[in-house]
Each structure stands twice: as C-alpha cells, then as structure tokens.
T-cell receptor
C-alpha cells in the first residue's frame, strides 16, 4: 500500500459526458502528478501540481483539467469524453522538499475509465 | 531526461536471481536512475533509485556501471509475485518539468515455477 488513494476504482460512462477523478496524496506530500495509461500509448504524464499550484503540463488535452485543493487532494476533470479516453488514470504523490530533492513518486491504485 | 533501452521480455526461474538490464548511454551528471514495476494493471510500484553508487534495499539491488551508461536491477530470489513489467527511468533531480517520470515500454519479467 503506497498511501496514495484514488476514487473511484472503476468508472463507466458514455461519450460526451464529464467525470471527476479524485486523488488523496500520502500524508505530508505536497506534489500530485497525474498519468494516463492506455493500451496504445503506455504510461504518459498529464500534469503536476505542487501545494495547490500547477507546476508542469504534459500531453494533457484541453478537455481535461485538474486542480489541487488546500487539503492537498487533487481532482482530474475529464469532459466531452471520447471513446479514446478509455484508460487507466493514475495519480502519484511526492514530498518535493527542494529543487534538488530526488523526489520519489508513489503511485495510487488507479481509476479505470471506460467510455462507451 | 535521457532515453533508456530495455529488453522487451525476460524469463527467470523461481528462486533464482533476476537480472534486468537497462541502457542509458546519454545520461547526464544530474540524472538519477529509477526503477519501478507494474504488476498487471496496478499502480506502478517504486523499487529503487541511484546516482552512481550501487544501492540495495529490501526489494532489490541496483548496480550502475562506472561510466553510468547502463545499470542492472537485481531481484535476488525471484518469486512468482515478481512477475511484472519493470521500468527503468532516468530523471533529473531538479527543475520543474524534469520532475515528471517518462515511462518507456519496460521489460516484462515472467518468473517461472
């Protein structure tokens, strides 16, 4: 158990809909990262938040957005869903104490999104 | 981050050591070598990381060559539960976007009974 929690475990929805995925980082971790894993693309970085602020963006679609709240949990919002958005979505957290930190990331169990 | 090259698959007999190689010939001085594994569709699990010295923890050992262009992850006594995809990742220790992890295809390790 990494200490990172994600809800829900599974989500089935229809094209055009909007969903919200939730992530609670390990106690004391200030950084949250979101990754997408689809069959044809592998694990890809989406976005990084540190203490409530966006720090880096990867291959995140404009239909997707995220935020990190004052209690440090994070939500990933996916809208206008398409069949190709079906994937596993993982969040990871890390301490990120300084610019030179090795900053090991610990992953949650993931949310499996199926768009029908 | 430097690119890594790993064999797509390997087999290992249960109880034997599993040695997983990784090539990272373009690694820079400020880049660490990280190893993660993913069992089926579970979240990636951190195993170990190192800069230039060999490292060991309760899960595995990491051997990094002197020129740092390659490394080997060693699982000393592989069990069936070690069957997973193993990812070798090179990552800088500072900077904004450099904090993300860039996953390649990894090595599918199958531990055989």
């Amino acid at each position: 158990d990494s200490g990172v929690t994600q809800t829900p475990k599974h989500l089935i929805t229809a094209t055009g809909q909007r969903v919200t995925l939730r992530c609670s980082p390990r106690s004391g971790d200030l950084s949250v990262y979101w990754y997408q894993q689809s069959l044809d693309q592998g694990l890809q970085f989406l976005i990084h938040y540190y203490n409530g602020e966006e720090r880096a963006k990867g291959n995140i679609l404009e239909r997707f957005s995220a935020q990190q709240f004052p209690d440090l949990h994070s939500e990933l919002n996916l809208s206008s869903l398409e069949l190709g958005d079906s994937a596993l979505y993982f969040c990871a957290s890390s301490v990120t104490t300084s610019a030179s930190s090795t900053d090991t990331q610990y992953f949650g169990p993931g949310t499996r999104l199926t768009v029908l | 981050d430097a690119k890594t090259t790993q064999p797509p698959s390997m087999d290992c007999a249960e109880g034997r050591a599993a040695n997983l190689p990784c090539n990272h010939s373009t690694i820079s001085g400020n880049e660490y070598v990280y190893w993660y594994r993913q069992i089926h569709s579970q979240g990636p699990q951190y195993i170990i990381h190192g800069l230039k010295n060999n490292e060991t923890n309760e899960m595995a050992s990491l051997i990094i060559t002197e020129d740092r262009k390659s490394s080997t992850l060693i699982l000393p006594h592989a069990t069936l539960r070690d069957t997973a995809v193993y990812y070798c990742i090179v990552r800088a220790i500072s900077g904004g976007s450099a904090r993300q992890l860039t996953f390649g295809s990894g090595t599918q390790l199958t531990v055989l009974p």
